[in-house]
């Protein structure tokens, strides 16, 4: 084993020789891998990739069908949506193989008109109902590898904001017709992608559309949402398994379906992912690009998260990887508690836009300011060829240069980067880029002894605003004698009830329903009296 030079060494030709021992390079995807501006030493490798035997074991035993969410007694199965032939049983393998085919199938009918509306019309637009990774995935897709060619626009709800859904339900409206509608919610009953599925259900059956012939539902089986569909005998069902997780659900109907509508070729996106998750099980430590990278996020934090994550891919096509890496990361790796139920406080914040155009904005505290940090650069090789070069200025030249002048700039400032470069950017490289930074996670949680794939911070919030809505409800019943009320004595006649929560409650309530009025000052909240009209 060579020796690592040592990255306090600000030799020229010792970082050349640091960076020659470090970098990893598969030729068949064309893809490497640079950790050598990393702050570690040969002492703490050695010492890590003894620790990895263990985290491969846990890796192995994942794939293999263990029960890996504990708190919901679930498998963690998103590995064999792009590798059937590493399920678990017989009968699961075929399941995946022929929903592959189905998606398949319907997606590429859609893009091609010979699927169509209840008039013979092809669908010209998709609109896409889904929150979390049911939103970010296929926005990444969407963006990411869009055909030239397609002529499907896909249009996307991942928030109940009442403005965001009447923007896209009126970029729609000419076009409502010819509209395919797909909602996507695992458990059938989140009410985000409810709120947001009813309000494109009533603008399309207002405009006098039949909502089951252009609607398609993406939910685990038998799930509310999942029934609905049926009676209602919808266009298409697509069945979400339970062992997928949102933030991992990319590679599931979640990513492949939207991808089919643009004219990508989905086998070639499951096989760079699959390639990647075999490279990443080579129990040879220095050259398993996952445990490479998971090591570098382990050093560089103290395995303690201390850094944060700065995502730059310099790319306009890759500008949602950042948002899309941000819930792969930190809703994984953000755990108040460890397995043996000790508060470790874990996580590692992620943020990021594209480059060059963070260097006119926060690199200039990256570079200058605290050391908080490291940043992970991801580099498209290839550029367009219909972009000529004028007057000695090639933009694909320049791009280059500033990634390399930013790192430069970073590593002369002692400040941390890795640097991730392919080829091109196509359905087999993101494929793989996503399944390194899954595999990445996986590798961390295990160094870290945290469960990745559960989510109590998100469910204790889900189950908080529950709560909020419930007193709402009950401030409109105590309102109901068209009385006025102080929010000191709706909180009596509430039990339980928080009187900060009232104050919020009824400010949102009374701006928005104009059969409540207020009187009192609302910078005194005192002050404040608030009666129905009935």
Same mark, same amino acid.
């Given at each position: ?77 998103? &590995? ?32 091609? #008109? ?34 030239? #060619? ?23 409206? *000419? ?12 458990? #059938? ?15 399309? *059956? ?250 109590? #911070? ?57 059969? &409540? ?18």
């Amino acid at each position: 084993m060579m020796s690592i030079p040592d990255f306090t060494l600000r030799n020229t030709e010792t970082q050349w020789q640091r960076f020659c021992d470090l970098l990893w390079y598969n030729k068949d995807l064309e893809f490497w891998l640079d950790i050598s501006r990393m702050h570690f030493s040969d002492s703490d490798f050695v010492k890590i990739e003894e620790r990895f035997q263990i985290v491969f074991d846990a890796m192995e035993d994942l794939e293999s069908g263990s029960i890996a969410n504990k708190d919901e007694e679930r498998q963690v199965g998103h &590995y064999w949506l792009r590798n059937p032939n590493i399920a678990p049983n017989e009968e699961l393998k075929n399941k995946i193989q022929n929903e592959i085919e189905d998606i398949e199938e319907f997606g590429n009918k859609v893009a091609r #008109g010979l699927i169509t509306n209840s008039r013979g019309n092809p669908f010209t637009d998709v609109l896409w109902i889904g929150i979390g990774g049911s939103g970010l995935g296929p926005i990444l897709i969407d963006r990411a590898l869009r055909n030239r #060619g397609a002529k499907l626009s896909l249009h996307f709800i991942d928030n109940v904001d009442p403005d965001g859904i009447y923007s896209v339900l009126n970029e729609l409206n *000419e076009n409502l017709s010819t509209t395919l509608f797909i909602t996507v919610s695992k458990s #059938g009953g989140t009410p985000e992608p409810q709120i947001a599925m009813d309000q494109a259900r009533e603008r399309l *059956e207002q405009n006098g559309y039949s909502w089951p012939e252009q609607a398609v539902a993406i939910t685990m089986q038998e799930s509310p949402l999942d029934i609905k569909a049926s009676k209602q005998n919808w266009l298409k069902r697509f069945d979400m398994p339970d062992w997928v997780g949102g933030r991992t659900s990319i590679t599931s109907v979640v990513g492949l379906l939207p991808a089919s509508f643009i004219g990508c070729d989905i086998r070639k996106f499951l096989n760079g992912a699959s390639s990647m998750d075999q490279l990443t099980r080579n129990r040879v430590f220095r050259d398993n690009p996952a445990a490479l990278l998971a090591s570098s996020w382990f050093f560089s934090g103290a395995g303690r998260g201390t850094r944060d994550m700065v995502v730059l891919p310099y790319r306009d096509k890759l500008e949602v990887f950042s948002r899309y890496l941000q819930q792969l990361v930190m809703e994984s790796l953000g755990k108040k508690q460890n397995r043996q139920g000790i508060n470790v406080f874990q996580g590692i914040s992620v943020y990021g836009n594209k480059g060059s155009t963070d260097q006119h904005a926060y690199v200039q505290q990256l570079r200058d300011g605290i050391d908080n940090f490291f940043v992970t650069f991801i580099e498209v090789l290839s550029d367009n060829k219909d972009i000529k070069t004028i007057d000695d200025r090639n933009p694909g030249e320049y791009l280059s240069g500033f990634l390399q002048g930013t790192r430069k700039a970073l590593s002369d400032s002692s400040k941390q980067s890795v640097s991730i470069t392919i080829k091109q950017l196509d359905e087999s490289t993101l494929g793989a880029l996503i399944a390194l930074f899954e595999r990445a996670v996986g590798f961390y949680s295990e160094l870290i002894d945290i469960n990745a794939y559960n989510q109590p #911070g998100v469910e204790a919030g889900k189950k908080a605003a529950a709560e909020i809505l419930t007193l709402k409800n009950k401030i409109i019943s105590s309102l109901s004698d068209g009385n006025f009320s102080s929010l000191k004595e709706l909180q009596d006649d509430i039990e339980n009830s928080s009187i900060e929560s009232i104050f919020w409650i009824s400010r949102h309530l009374t701006n928005n329903n104009n059969q &409540y009025i207020v009187e009192g000052d609302w910078g005194i909240p005192t002050t404040l009296r608030i009666k129905k009209i009935v």
